[in-house]
């Protein structure tokens, strides 16, 4: 069996993501790292330990990775970031804290570890800034080679960033570490906007999970509801709220569900558009593709096994 990390900041679509692996028989998710930016580490680490307990799965071990960039001294969580998924990253739901404390081991040895362990049957799952795997890289180079896959959330290729003209959130948080992911010649996937702000769900959906009855879908349609009411104010046009993280662990289960661009990328780290993911023209030209990068995505799929295996999930937690 394909085993899964996820390294999430954890907001409202990280808890979707934890939900949609939870839910899926194909993968068996050996561990959550925790990093910075839709909340603080320790607060995304804290709601990681919670969502696993409320899914019925305690035995998923929770690490903390590295609480800021890898060119700052420390980090605050933007007022943007506490609008669109609340003060607690979990849309203002409540639900109780976990009795488990995270483990011991570092984010980033853990993830060298697991890498070690289990080679090309690992794959590893960044919904958030890249600065844990970017970090495990520069202790472990020759992990880009033995890994299975890195299905990541991040970026923008054929459209416009969320952030700016240019720059899409997760980039915006470390582009020097999304970076050196990016040119590290590991074999990733790119799960941007180009994809993910085509897969929306609504407060229909939402309604599902509030009729099963179960504290564990009331928590998923209260916390969603916050998602999707931010989006009706950052993003009307839409309709709905755009279902980034879960989207990436969809591909990291099944790579069908997108068509994937080859091309050798990198972030630019330099100059005003800094922060923007674009082919890497030193490397136009060789044969040799590291990178794929997901343009298209079969939206009716996706969303159907999205509610399915979330809402099978959701009703058996009474």
């Given amino acids: 069996m394909q085993k899964l990390i996820l390294d999430l900041d954890t907001g409202v679509d990280d808890a979707l993501a934890i939900s949609y692996a939870l839910g899926s028989p194909e993968v068996d998710l050996i561990g959550i790292t925790g990093t910075y930016g839709n909340v603080l580490l320790d607060q995304g680490v804290r709601n990681a330990l919670a969502i696993t307990d409320l899914m019925g799965h305690p035995e998923v071990k929770v690490y903390k990775g590295l609480p800021h960039s890898s060119t700052a001294d420390s980090f605050e969580v933007l007022p943007v970031s506490a609008f669109i998924h609340g003060e607690n ?6 639900i109780p804290d976990s009795n488990r404390e995270p483990e011991s081991e570092p984010a980033v040895d853990f993830i060298i570890d697991a890498v070690k362990t289990y080679g090309k049957d690992l794959t590893y ?4 800034p890249m600065t844990n795997i970017a970090a495990a890289l520069k202790k472990a180079p020759e992990i880009k080679d033995e890994i299975g896959k890195i299905v990541l959330m991040g970026g923008a290729l054929t459209v416009c960033g969320n952030v700016n003209a240019w720059e899409e959130a997760n980039i915006s948080q470390d582009p020097d570490a999304a970076n050196e992911l990016f040119r590290s010649g590991a074999p990733v996937t790119m799960v941007g906007l180009d994809v993910t702000l ?28 916050f ?7 950052t ?39 800094r ?19 997901a343009i298209g995505v079969d939206v009716p799929r996706f969303l159907d096994e999205f509610m399915t295996r979330i809402t099978r999930l959701a009703e058996q937690k009474a």
């Fill in 275 to 293: 922060g923007r993911t674009i082919g890497d023209n030193t490397r136009l030209n060789d044969p040799h593709k590291t990178m794929q990068v």
């Fill in 125 to 128: 799952v960044p919904t958030g």
């Fill in 227 to 233: 998602y999707i009411k931010a989006y009706e104010t």
């Fill in 198 to 225: 085509q897969t929306l769900l609504t407060y229909k959906e939402t309604a599902r999970w509030r009729n099963l009855g179960t504290q564990a879908g009331t928590f998923l349609a209260d916390m969603t509801d």
């Fill in 89 to 94: 990253g979990i849309g203002d739901a409540v």
């Fill in 235 to 273: 993003s009307p046009h839409l309709g709905g709220c755009g279902l980034h993280d879960p989207l990436a662990v969809g591909v990291a289960v099944d790579p069908t569900l997108v068509t994937c661009l080859p091309i050798n990328m990198q972030v630019e780290t330099e100059g005003p558009t």
